[in-house]
């Protein structure tokens, strides 16, 4: 059998596990539930190593790589914050390394189906929209492209550059971080501590209130969702008010950083067009000289909820340039 590469998302609700074989094809998923913040970091560490040997092939794989939703140093060592993780500033990569090793020695060294034992992976670590994004650009809806922006939409917004390539970290390995920008001055309050962030205006909790306030009761994103997809009028209306935010904002990364395309993933963007059309027709109204430049395309991501554990063991491969 090939080298096989692991791959471990780390998020708010589920630890997910995916193994790919060295030319990235998908051969297992795994989900184990998630410890809550009070669980505390060594049930999380735990949580992820017993994922990850769930889709251990016959060996152990060559190397591994730890998707986490939150803040990672520029080194690729230490997870500094995430709202629904319970590591602080934390030297995370070398301790799920060694929990892995401690794993493999409590077990006899004998991988779970009894094959020969391999040496114990190298571990990578790097912030979740990063691994999706370069998933997207490796085996998903970036392929074949140089520069791309990544932008999900969940509860709120995670964000990614890549240029020329490679997914830009920047200084401190905190570039992307796109939901926190300020798109309404002295707008409304966020989780964050600041006013008029871009994800309170464009995201699953910006959708929900939309639809609040035009409703007079409280419907989640699915069932907002549900309603968009069977024509309703005011669900449709929410999806072209945050779409119509996604593009504004979308805009001034174009500004920035000027992908050839901007990928839109998380939950959601499963309505497809219903947000991306009012997006599109937005970003298009948004940039200057557009006459005379080519505005890059709103695409929906290729690859589903499994992107950002795809694009840990496919960084894990190539390593964490
Ligand atoms: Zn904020």
Redesign the pocket.
């Known amino acids: 059998m090939g080298e096989t590469y692991v791959g471990v998302d780390v998020g708010g609700t589920k630890v997910l596990a995916v193994r790919l074989s060295a030319a990235g094809v998908l051969e297992a998923t795994a989900t184990r539930p998630m410890p809550g913040v009070s669980a505390g970091p060594d049930a999380v560490e735990e949580a992820v190593a017993l994922a990850a040997r769930d889709v251990y092939a016959a060996g152990a794989p060559a190397a591994l790589g730890v998707s986490a939703a939150g803040l990672v140093d520029a080194t690729g060592e230490r997870f500094l914050f995430g709202a629904h993780l319970p590591w602080r500033d934390a030297p995370v990569r070398r301790s799920i390394e060694r929990r892995l090793e401690q794993m493999e020695r409590g077990s006899g060294g004998g991988a779970p189906s009894g094959g020969p034992r391999g040496p114990n992976p190298r571990v990578v670590l790097d912030n979740d929209a990063n691994c999706a994004a370069y998933a997207e650009l490796v085996a998903g809806a970036a392929r074949g492209v140089r520069s791309a922006l990544l932008i999900t939409i969940g509860t709120g917004i995670g964000g990614a550059v890549v240029l020329d390539g490679r997914v830009i970290r920047g200084a401190h390995g905190l570039a992307g971080e796109f939901?926190?920008m300020q798109a309404v001055p002295d707008g409304l309050a966020?989780?964050?501590?600041?006013r008029g962030?871009w994800?309170?205006y464009c995201s699953g909790r910006a959708l929900e209130r939309v639809t609040r306030v035009a409703l007079g009761r409280h419907l989640d994103g699915p069932e907002v969702t549900a309603l968009a997809l069977a024509g309703d009028q005011v669900a449709l209306h929410s999806f072209a008010s945050i779409g119509t935010w996604l593009g504004v904002g979308t805009a001034a990364l174009v500004s920035a950083f000027d992908p050839e395309v901007v990928v839109v993933g998380g939950g959601v963007s499963a309505v497809g067009d219903l947000l991306l059309g009012p997006a599109r027709r937005a970003l298009a109204g948004s940039l200057q000289g557009t006459a005379y430049r080519s505005v890059p395309e709103l695409v929906p991501a290729g690859l589903g909820p499994e992107a950002g554990a795809i694009g840990a063991a496919l960084l894990a491969r190539d390593g964490r340039s």
């Open positions: 939901g926190h966020c989780e964050c501590g600041l962030c994800e309170q």
